[in-house]
């Protein structure tokens, strides 16, 4: 997706690299509430013990944009605050440490963007809610991981060292959504060597981690291997089924992905005629025409695909033994509100009814349920993340 908006892709990228240094050091003066913690000021606690991710809320395209604001969302005091005061117990932190590192050995972060991440946490922890550092839209890394490997281990490194006081609530998370020529058997390769780095500074703290193809249930299940039978990880997954009423009419999306007005749960009350794009490819024929004719307990766009998505990531669960936490889930504001919320209702309580903790997509835009120039919710949007 063109810019992250979803959960897809996103633009920057290495040509940003050595230019987000700069620009990070320049804009870091410019942020509101940045802050460095007074010597004399001790660290804020946090939430007592393990943190159990419950019910989350991602603070997306801030610091995971090439440099914080470039996407039109920075973070304030504010937005930690209402998360707690709202009722979640955590908050994920999406950021991206690439383009705010050198290019060159030892690659070395800019001291600026980690006080900004430090910031962060801190706001986080000071308002009683645990926090998921997560290293997010690292792009070089999903397209030559072989040559970017060094680079990602010591970006760890260095972000487990800075975070190895703090308490338990706060977590990691190793990489988001591994795709592109990032193969399973390359990232569980790497995925094992970075959390030798990380257990070298933290060797208890908790560690998300998830498989290929985007953070994929399926994924999860079927290639996410478990190094070295760590006990303190959170098998995670990412869930947007069905796609193509998540992200319907998404501009950073192919032009299959262009048909408006799909509702859930299917079948639609009258049939969809999708794009011509769509309906020249395979898989997205075959889906609407299911969908306009498939009765609701079969329809791939009702809740037996959620019902799917979630058994596969309980059967990665059943056979390791660990938690599993759905990292992102949410519907584009371009579905009407009623889907909407049906959508995000069904699968948040599916989430829960499994055992699995989650953190709603919020990206301050197409998927925002907490509009951040009003401070207000989205009322339905709360509603369904937050009551039954």
């Known amino acids: 997706m063109v810019p992250k908006v979803g959960s897809w892709l996103v633009v920057g990228g290495m040509a940003l690299a050595t230019s987000g240094l700069v620009l990070g050091a320049l804009q870091g003066c410019l942020l509101p509430d940045k802050v460095t913690r007074s010597a004399k000021r001790p660290p804020p606690k946090g939430p007592p013990g393990r943190p159990t991710l419950r019910r989350g809320i991602n603070l997306g395209n801030a610091l995971d944009a090439p440099n914080e604001g470039d996407w039109g969302v920075t973070l304030a005091e504010s937005d ?4 707690r005061e709202a009722g979640f117990d955590h908050v994920r932190l999406p950021v991206r440490f690439d383009t705010h590192a050198s290019p060159e050995p030892p690659y070395t972060l800019d001291p600026d ?10 706001q986080a922890l000071e308002n009683d ?6 290293m997010h839209h690292y792009e070089s890394m999903e397209k030559t991981p ?3 490997r060094p680079r990602f281990l010591a970006l760890w490194r260095q972000v487990a060292a800075r975070l190895r006081t703090r308490p338990e609530a706060v977590v990691f998370e190793a990489l988001n959504e591994p795709n592109s020529a990032m193969t399973a058997n390359k990232w569980n390769q790497i995925l094992a060597e970075a959390l030798r780095v990380i257990r070298a500074s933290n060797p208890t703290r908790l560690v998300v981690v998830e498989g290929v193809d985007w953070a994929s249930a399926k994924s ?7 190094p070295g039978g760590d006990p303190n990880l959170i098998g995670s997954f990412h869930m947007y089924q069905p796609i193509l009423f998540t992200h319907q009419g998404a501009h950073w999306m192919g032009p299959e992905f262009q048909t408006r007005n799909v509702v859930f ?10 794009v011509p794009a769509a309906a020249a490819t395979a898989w997205t024929r075959e889906w609407f025409a299911h969908y306009d004719s498939y009765p609701a307990d079969t329809n791939p766009g009702g809740p037996s695909t959620i019902h799917e998505q979630l058994e596969m990531a309980q059967a990665w669960a059943d056979r390791h033994h ?3 936490y759905m990292g992102e889930f949410g519907a584009i504001r371009n579905a009407d509100a009623t889907s909407r919320e049906a959508w995000v209702r069904m699968t948040r309580k599916e989430a829960e009814t499994h055992g699995f903790g989650w953190a709603y997509w919020d990206d301050g835009g197409d998927f925002e349920a907490y509009d951040r120039r009003s401070r207000a919710w989205v009322p339905y949007l709360k509603s369904a993340l937050l009551h039954e």
Do not use: N
Request: aromatic share 6%.
């Open 322 to 324: 660990l938690p599993v």
């Open 129 to 134: 809610l645990a926090v998921v550092v997560d």
């Open 220 to 226: 999860l299940r079927d290639t996410l291997d478990v």
């Open 265 to 274: 749960p299917g079948p639609p009350p009258a049939p969809i005629t999708p």
């Open 80 to 83: 930690f605050a209402a998360m």
């Open 146 to 148: 072989d040559q970017e």
């Open 113 to 122: 963007f980690l006080d900004r991440v430090d910031w962060a946490v801190d």
